[in-house]
């Protein structure tokens, strides 16, 4: 799975699945395209020719839905430090009239429309609690469109009356793209890595169930554990 990004921290690097293809004797295959909105980041993956085993990815696809899911529950939860800077404070004012009228509600949540977009799939979300899919193709996050995404989006570049002081944005989705080149036996050890990462991981996971169920050679058949492998990715701490 090779990934590049159109917009992001950088280009993708040669992840775990094309080495195993360079070395199992399998060649590029599949293109799948991943987009994540308000950033906006489009990610383009191509599978070598084991992929083609897997006859449907709504699986797979899934999978992706909740890692993306739990990667905006861990920037809420931090107010972004998880990924990057902590998102500015407040200002006085705005910050005791809000204490007045929504006590408890932490930065970039009021009504919480946007963190249960984000984290739940919930309204103003695209294609809701599992994403807008087509055979090939992803898409998740904030529908630009709607009420939520332009809020999202004032937050995501620093724009409106919120900023007209403050000018550090407080981006409600952050990652990192970057694809660490690790074998499969590091998936599950849990640690801080890339989304970019845990997603090429979470697909080869998936791949590698898929040769294994085929039949398409020895490679991890008698060690390989399919729900183990895929709970340590699906557990990371991503950035």
Known sequence: MALSTKYGSGRGTLSVAMSDARRGGGQPGRMFTMRIEPAPTEIQARFEQWA????NFDPVFDDVVKLFHKHERDQFRTQGKQTGPRWPKLSPKYAAWKRKHFPGRPILVRTGALRGAL?????????????????????????????????AVAHQFARGPAYRKQRKPRPPVRWDPSVWDKGIKQV???GTVPLGTAIAQLFQVHIIRARKQAHADKLFSDRFDFKKMRRGVMRLKTR
């Open 52 to 55: 083609d085993l897997i006859d």
């Open 119 to 151: 984290v739940r799939g919930g309204p103003g979300s695209i294609g809701g609690k599992k994403g807008l899919r087509g055979d090939r193709w992803l898409e998740v996050g904030i529908d630009p469109g709607s009420d939520v995404g332009k809020y």
């Open 188 to 190: 599950g050890k849990g």
